[in-house]
Structures are given as C-alpha cells and as structure tokens.
C-alpha cells in the first residue's frame, strides 16, 4: 500500500501527517534546514522508510516569503514599447495616504529597470494586430546572467495572444536556459497593471519550484495551489504557491463545517489565517494580498492577519466575515494551529459563534487539509461576448479530463464558471456555468441576484461574459 505524506512547511515548524499503515504525525522545528533534509528528518522520526512512501504533497511558505522578504529572483520584462514603465505607475492609488513616500506598486527588487525591453509591435482592443513585431528588439536578453526569469506581458494579449507567443519562441530558441511566464496564460484578463504585477510574481517565483524537488528516493511531489487543489511539481503554477498552506487549511476545516457558515482560524508562530465557508464550500477570491501587493489570480478566499491579542484579533475576524456577509454568531468557528488551542476559548468569548470547534490534530491542520485535497487542473479564457453568444464558448470537458486521467487521477469531474460584467471596464462577477441547463436567462437571473447579494444593486442592463474559467477536479486514492 505504501505511505501518502502530506506535509506543511510553515514560519517555524514542519508538520507531517502520514497516512497507510495507521495515521502518522510529527511536528518539527524549521531552522535553517533545506525542505528536503526536513521531510527526510520528519520520516526519520516517522520510522518511515523513503522506499515506502508512494506519494508526497507539499505546501509551504517558500513562495510567500521569497515576495514578502525581497528573497525571489528579479525578473527581466519583456513589454510593449510604451509601457515599460508601468511596474513603476501601477493605477496611481496612494493606498496608505500616510505613508511619505508612498510604497512603490511593485517592490523594485522584482522589475530592475535595467532589465526591461521595450517590444514595438502593437494587439489593439479587440484582439487585432495594428503593428507587427520588431522582434530584434528582444536582442537585449540575449545578454541575461543564465537562468534569469522573463515576464513577457504584451498589450491586449488576454484578447490575441499571438505576439506573446512569438517573443517566447523567439527567446526559447535562443536561450532556452530563461524561464518563461506569459502574461495570457497567468492571468488572462484585461487591466495591464493587474496582469503584469501577476505575470512578474509567477516568474519572480518559477525558479523557486525547484527548491520542492525532493531526493530520488521519494516520489515527484504534488503541490498544493491557492484555488484549492493539488499539480503534479512539473504542472504546478508558481503564482499558486503563494497560498498554499492557508488553502490547505481552509480545506480541513470545509471538511468539519459540512453545513450553515463557518469561520477558519490557522494561528501559526507568524500570522494567523483566516478563511470563510458556507455549507463546506471554501468561498472563492479573484485576488491575494501579499503585504502591499494585491495579486490578482484565482484563489480560496484567504486572510493573513498578523498575531495580535484576541480581542484585537476577533474583531479583525468580525470585519473580514461581515464584509462578506457572514454573521460570526450564525457561524461555527474552527481553531487550529500550533497556537490555535491557547486561543481558542478567548477568541470564541469574543466573537460569540454558534460553534467552537477545535479538532484533535489541530496544531497540524493544513497538512490534514492536504490529504483531502483533489487533484486540480485549471484553463482560462479571455473573451468580450454579449450572454446571448454563449453557444460560442468553449468547454474544454475532454481535454481537462484526459489530463488528469493522465496525473493518475480517478474519477474526474469539470465545473465551469463565467466572468460577468456590465463592460470591459467594469469589475466582473464569477458566476457558476452549468454547460448543459443554464441558458442566458438563467445566468442573467444568477447575475442580478449575485449583484444584489455582494454589491447591494444590479446594474439595469445585461452583463456581457469576458472571461470562462474551467476546472477539472479528481481524487488522489
């Protein structure tokens, strides 16, 4: 049968949770020690055998403290001529109006204005080529140390990505040592800041995966991602690392709240994560604040509070739940963590759930998140569509299945869901797409009543589709 390890790498401790021949678990301190001789250490204590194991998932702060502490690698920006200075514009927004000078939108260690090439070569609005590239301006890159990460994010290239695609084969064929993210396939969605700030981070990152390779000996990890789900280390997005551990938490609690709200509470030696549930459904986000970055990118809606005394603590909880509209008296609140226990009956004194519960394996919460994890594999869309044109999407079932079926996977199942909005401009709202039922009317109803729920109004006219979002889930035996 062998050993399933799930394992969570957080500010200060590894927690391991092994499952096969009974149930496993050991805690142990972080220190300077590589995540490999960790889990190795960890099994030691386990009285696991490396032979044994036939399967690792992994999560980790790696990805968090690489942007957070400056630590990740700098990236060499590949934009459209005109517009490589926009990591220095960002939308304008003073979003601390004491701060004197305002941070920068993107930390300078990220984009070093050295290492930005300005492409001429111009995608309009609506996906068409007005100017062909001038692919010799690439020649720059060609002078990069080896191994450094490139962002190419080109204008309007969510709507036509073929420019993009042509600088990446041109660099590939060149130095094919430089790792490549593409601003339409990390986030394909318009807003040249949003998608570029989030394109820099996953490259910032990518060199990072290699540090979750493990020794020969054990099998390719599986790693988990901020939507919920677990990637083979090969497929894994590293904009997706970022969130790891709090999303593996939030799944060990959705598991004990299978019904009504619930509020999650990870307190670790560094933060404390909060994540919010209804009827043992993680809610979603489009975004993850990292510090002063908003990252754009799907994701379990996620919070990282810092570690404050309970009353302060709670009420912090209390503005996240209401803001979502969830009622922490209505909610049962689940406690974890290494320091959730010691806080557990302050903090429920405080915010007076329905609820406490804290379960027996709480100072390991995420990594028991982790083993109930599904496999996950993501495809997006960019489009601008009136909902009458919704025969024209597509629905990539068979593709997302066989990819699985392909990671090993069982029994595989595809939701799909659609960005609505009023215009382009206008900030969407995620709504579940069943292929098969739903017709315009049905989504526009689901729309309007989202609206109402989430913002208080629906706009009066019909929301036009700008983006498809499907997912492939399967269970990992």
Known sequence: MGWDVACDLGGAFLDVVAVGEGR??????????????????????????????????????????????????????????????????????????????????????????????????????????????????????????????????????????AQERAAAQWIAQRRPDLPLSLSHLVDPAPREFERMLATLADAALRPLLRQHALPPDLPEPWLMQAEGGLAPLAEARPLGLVAAGPAAGALAVAALVPAGPAIGL?????????????????????????????????????????????????????????????????????????????????????????????????????????????????????????????????????????????????APWVTHELDLAPSPRAEPLAIAWHAATDTPETLLACYRQAAEAQRGAAPAGPPRILARRSMARGALP
């Open 266 to 410: 990870d307190i670790g030696s560094v933060t404390a994560d909060c994540s919010l549930h209804r009827d043992g459904t993680p809610l979603r986000a489009r975004q993850l604040q990292l510090g002063e970055m908003a990252l754009r990118g799907a994701t379990l809606d996620l919070e990282s509070l810092p570690l404050a005394p309970p009353a302060i603590l709670a009420e912090q909880v209390r503005r996240l739940a209401w803001r979502r509209g969830i009622d922490p008296r209505a909610a049962s609140l689940v406690i974890g963590g290494g320091g959730g226990p010691a806080m557990a009956e302050a903090l429920a004194a405080a915010l007076a759930p329905r609820a406490l519960i804290v379960p027996p394996d709480a100072a390991v919460l995420a990594a028991t998140g982790l083993h109930r994890a599904p496999a996950l594999a993501v495809q997006r869309e960019a489009c601008d569509l009136a909902l009458t044109a919704l025969d024209q999407l597509d629905r990539p079932d068979a593709a997302l299945e066989a990819q699985l079926i392909g990671w090993g996977a069982q």
């Open 24 to 161: 496993r678990i050991v805690k142990r301190a972080r220190g300077a020690a590589s995540l490999p001789e960790l889990l190795l250490a960890a099994l030691e204590d386990l009285r696991i055998v490396p032979e044994s194991v036939r399967r690792v998932r992994l999560s980790s702060t790696l990805a968090a403290n690489a942007l957070l502490h400056g630590t990740a690698a700098p990236v060499a920006l590949v934009a459209t001529a005109g517009f490589t200075d926009v990591p220095d514009l960002g939308r304008q927004s003073r979003r601390d109006p004491d701060a004197d000078p305002p941070p920068p939108p993107t930390p300078p260690f990220l984009s070093p204005r050295d290492w930005r090439v300005a492409l001429r070569g111009r995608i309009d609005a609506a996906g068409a080529e007005v100017e062909p590239l001038h692919l010799d301006d690439l020649a720059p890159l060609l002078r990069l140390p080896p191994g450094t990460p490139v962002a190419i994010c080109l204008l309007f290239a969510h709507r036509n990505p």
